[in-house]
């Protein structure tokens, strides 16, 4: 029995250093520099803490493979979760540093977006997940937003941090307002559309003219048409998942 659990041990670091050994590469902290670090005893990882053997230990620790999740002195290999050190917080998988994701996922009760593993503190955008897409500000889903945001496919109209493919309508950024349809930009139309009490003149998918109009004056323009409502004969683009 003995024998097939020094076995076994032997299998695992061998498995988890060819693991690590690119990633922990790229890695920002050195081993030396950090303060928690893993040594070989009796077949078994143990962490010391300032140079002593730290069996009370739980948190992140570091050898010449990579970063790994300890609980009480030993490596965790069920622990799917985060940690933190002077660097940041980062996500762990089976008690490995896990810098192959990249995405939006749950620390506790909060969604946040995690970078090459990493919590990115500073990462505004748009993220996927089974649900829809979403928008962060500053690493944290932010369902208070309303507006605009951009990602490969283009700019999409979001509402309480949630992207709303259903809207036709004007949303604004920096750059000016734009007509949207079906939640995305509609760079294909040119033409006047009215929303409430103002009529907008869009010139592929950008405004470049808008006023107030009455019922009366709203009622004889043949191109235009009310929000929630798309021109006859047009389609909207879709979102790529």
Not at 32 to 48: F, K
Request: net charge negative; hydrophobic share 35%.
């Amino acid at each position: 029995m003995r024998k097939r659990g020094k076995m076994k041990k032997t299998f695992v670091g061998a498995v988890a250093a060819l693991l690590f050994m690119f990633c922990f590469s790229l890695h920002p902290v050195s081993a030396q520099a950090a303060e928690h670090m893993l040594q070989m005893e009796n077949d078994e990882w143990v962490c010391y803490t300032a140079g002593q053997r730290d069996n009370s230990y739980t948190g992140m620790a570091v050898n010449e493979y990579g970063w790994w999740y300890f609980s009480n002195g030993q490596i965790d290999f069920g622990y799917n979760g985060f940690a933190t050190n002077e660097y940041g917080t980062w996500l762990f998988t089976d008690g490995i540093l896990n810098t192959g994701f990249t995405g939006m996922t749950l620390n506790g009760d909060t969604w946040v977006y995690v970078t090459d593993g990493y919590i990115s503190n500073t990462y505004t955008g748009m993220a996927l997940n089974d649900y829809g897409w979403w928008y962060f500000n500053n690493g944290v889903l932010d369902l208070s937003y309303t507006g605009m945001a951009l990602n490969e496919y283009g700019w999409w109209y979001f509402e309480n941090g949630l992207l709303n493919e259903e809207y036709t309508g004007i949303g604004a950024n920096s750059y000016g307002e734009w007509y949207y349809q079906q939640g995305r930009i509609g760079y294909d139309f040119s033409g006047k559309v009215k929303f409430d009490d103002t009529e907008y003149t869009i010139t592929e998918g950008y405004v470049v003219e808008k006023r107030i109009v009455n019922e009366t004056e709203a009622d004889t323009a043949d191109t235009v048409h009310t929000a929630g409502t798309l021109p006859a004969g047009e389609e909207s683009s879709t979102l790529g998942k």
